[in-house]
């Protein structure tokens, strides 16, 4: 069982930037996918990035914009995300696939707003 806790959301203006993180509460060097998915408000969730050991890939939407990235031996996934625009504005969800298992945190807020 892996438990997932994602932090730095918060409130910031237009073009600002911010950074997530998400430890798990184990090794996640085995992980085949580590992700980060969003759901803005009266809209479904929806994949944002995802990392694998072949690389990365982003949604159309915040592509040049955001940074996927994995500490190893932090048992940590970030997200740097830059030029923050308003539909940017959700909670943020960390997934983990590990051993075949789907593994999801509680999310974080972020809001975009002046």
């Known amino acids: 069982q892996v438990q997932l806790v994602e932090s730095g959301g918060g409130l910031v203006q237009p073009g600002g930037s911010l950074r997530l993180s998400c430890a798990a509460s184990?090794?996640?060097?085995?992980?085949?996918?580590m992700g980060w998915y969003r759901q803005g408000p009266g809209k479904q969730r929806e994949w944002v990035a995802t990392?694998?050991?072949?690389?990365?890939s982003y949604a159309d939407s915040v592509q040049g914009r955001f940074t996927i990235s994995r500490d190893n031996a932090k048992n940590t996934v970030y997200l740097q995300m830059n030029s923050l625009k308003s539909e940017d504005t959700g909670v943020y969800y960390c997934?983990?696939?590990?051993?075949?298992?789907?593994?999801w945190g509680q999310g974080t807020q972020v809001t975009v707003s002046s």
């Open positions: 990392i694998r050991s072949g690389g990365t």
């Open positions: 997934r983990v696939v590990l051993f075949g298992t789907q593994y």
């Open positions: 184990g090794s996640i060097s085995s992980a085949s996918s």
